[in-house]
């Protein structure tokens, strides 16, 4: 079994592939970007990317797009997660969050392709922000991330660490879960 995987972010690439070769699965990685629209959900932002880019990919693929949701900030940055990581970033985050509630959640929507239709599946994973950025391991917002029930941040995981609680790796099991991937 072999899934094409359609994103610029080799950290997300890897997460991914790991995964999937514990489960017999190989994985492609189509190493291009693609433009996003600016939309209130991750998944039409998800759905909308995959939708726009079976215009031009007529074999199956699959894509993902993932948000921050801080609950005191009201969901904050969540489909803006890119352009506030770039911008603000995560010293700017955590600045925002001086006496506030920390807890937050990450949000993955994985729309795949099968050659017909868009079929999305979402993976969510809960805890709390950080006092301090934390961590080298990973990428963009995992140094200020503590998943519920751990003491480190993301930023303080391997691979193996994050992928057994990560909201991309239950987005990825309801995904292989709930469909006949052929070859
Ligand atoms: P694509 O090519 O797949 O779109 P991207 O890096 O642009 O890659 P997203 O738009 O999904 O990915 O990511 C939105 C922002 O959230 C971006 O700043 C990422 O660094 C960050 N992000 C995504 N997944 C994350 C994770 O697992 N841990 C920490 N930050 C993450």
Not at 2 to 25: C, D, P, R, V
Not at 44 to 58: C, F, M, P, Q, T
Not at 78 to 87: A, D, E, L, N, R
Not at 137 to 166: A, Q, R, V, W
């Amino acid at each position: 079994m072999k899934l094409q995987f359609i994103t610029s972010n080799m950290h997300k690439f890897n997460e991914i592939s790991a995964y999937l070769k514990e489960s017999g699965i190989e994985c492609q990685w189509v190493k291009r970007t693609y433009e996003e629209i600016q939309a209130e959900t991750t998944e039409e932002v998800s759905v909308d990317s995959a939708r726009k880019l079976s215009g031009e990919i007529s074999q199956k693929f699959f894509l993902e797009d993932t948000g921050l949701y801080i609950q005191s900030l009201k969901g904050f940055p969540g489909p803006y997660s890119s352009y506030v990581f770039k911008t603000i970033g995560n010293q700017g985050i955590l600045d925002l969050l001086l006496n506030k509630e920390r807890a937050a959640y990450f949000l993955t929507v994985i729309s795949y392709f099968n050659g017909k239709e868009i079929l999305t599946f979402s993976g969510k994973e809960q805890g709390t922000i950080s006092m301090e950025e934390r961590g080298r391991t990973g990428f963009g917002y995992d140094p200020i991330f503590i998943p519920s029930g751990c003491e480190k941040t993301l930023g303080e995981m391997s691979i193996g660490e994050k992928n057994k609680h990560s909201h991309r790796i239950k987005a990825l099991e309801n995904f292989i879960d709930s469909v006949e991937i052929e070859d």
